[in-house]
């Protein structure tokens, strides 16, 4: 069984950066694809980043620029670096692993990010 824990997010000032953390714990990491999506109060759940791959490494355009995604298949790792935050970067954000074998997703419990002054 997948289990995803974030960790990493915060209080940050506009302008100010933060690395985000999803732990993957299972079996055959490398065969799951990651993702990272945030949800704001009152809105719907989006894709922020997902990735990366030899094939594609994808961003919302609203992030484009100021995240990166990463990932340390050896520690069974997916990173989220966001600089240059903004308030409307305020979100809980999720770490999602999609099974490249059996298109199952799984979902982490999320970790608040809040950019405020």
């Known amino acids: 069984q997948v289990q995803l824990v974030e960790s990493g997010g915060g209080l940050v000032q506009p302008g100010g950066s933060l690395r985000l953390s999803c732990a993957f714990s299972g079996s055959d990491f490398s065969l799951y694809k990651m993702a990272w999506y945030r949800q704001a109060p009152g809105n719907q759940r989006e894709l922020v980043a997902a990735g990366p791959s030899s094939r594609s490494t994808n961003y919302a355009d609203s992030v484009k620029g100021r995240a990166t995604i990463s990932r340390d298949n050896a520690k069974k790792m997916v990173f989220l670096q966001m600089n240059s935050l903004k308030p409307e970067d305020t979100a809980v954000y999720y770490c999602?692993?999609?099974?490249?074998?059996?298109?199952?997703?799984?979902w982490g419990q999320g970790t608040q990010v809040t950019v405020s002054s």
């Open positions: 999602k692993a999609n099974s490249a074998v059996t298109s199952r997703d799984f």
